[in-house]
């Protein structure tokens, strides 16, 4: 059998587990936590869900020392597995689900959530094969690299609370204009974008709102 050499990192105080089938924590992404994690403290009680999850370290840490239900969700086995395996590491207080399958095919009709975290595959395809190292399904986002981030925000237009928020990882911030302006003509998804922080060229991170 393969071995695929299981690494661990510290993520923010979580001992994070993955190998090379999947991609590997971007220490970076801390940031999405902890925006997250102070859109929380403002937020309503209710469940967190995590779109794109990957091994499951943003959103565990966005809720960590707090009794949050978390949803998991990605497309990937093996991803999942190790998001299992870092919950339990975790000991998180509320409860945390995984969920293996496509953003658009794991919820049901009538939930909701205060807060969304996303961090879909962001690469145009054409450009993929400059990271060889990472897994394609992690980082193939279609010819405009936008293909699951648009799927992420139909989610959120369909499973948001009022008043409640999408944190969603793009590559650049061109993409991130491309959302604001598909927003702005699609004024039945109820949402819009407030703010754009920019991490170097590593990515940048939107918060989108839906007004009360
Ligand atoms: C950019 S990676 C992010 C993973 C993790 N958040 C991280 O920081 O390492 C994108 C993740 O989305 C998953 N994915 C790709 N397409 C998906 C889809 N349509 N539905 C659910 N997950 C998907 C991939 O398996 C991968 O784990």
Redesign the pocket.
Known sequence: MTNHGTQHIDFGGLTVEFDDR??R??PW?IAQSYWAADLLRAAPAGPVLE?????G??GLLAVAGTPRPLVL????AT?CDFARANTEAARPEGPVQIRR???DTVLGDEERFVGIIA???WVPSAVTRQFPDDPL???DGGPDGMH?AW?CLEVAAGHLLDQGWLLIQLGTVEQADAVQERLATAPEMGLKVVELREYGTNGVLVHVARPG
């Open positions: 999947v991609l924590p971007r992404t779109l794109c999850a990957g091994v370290h943003i969700v990605d497309l990937d991803a399958g496509r953003v961090d879909p595959p399904t992690a980082i699951v799927a």
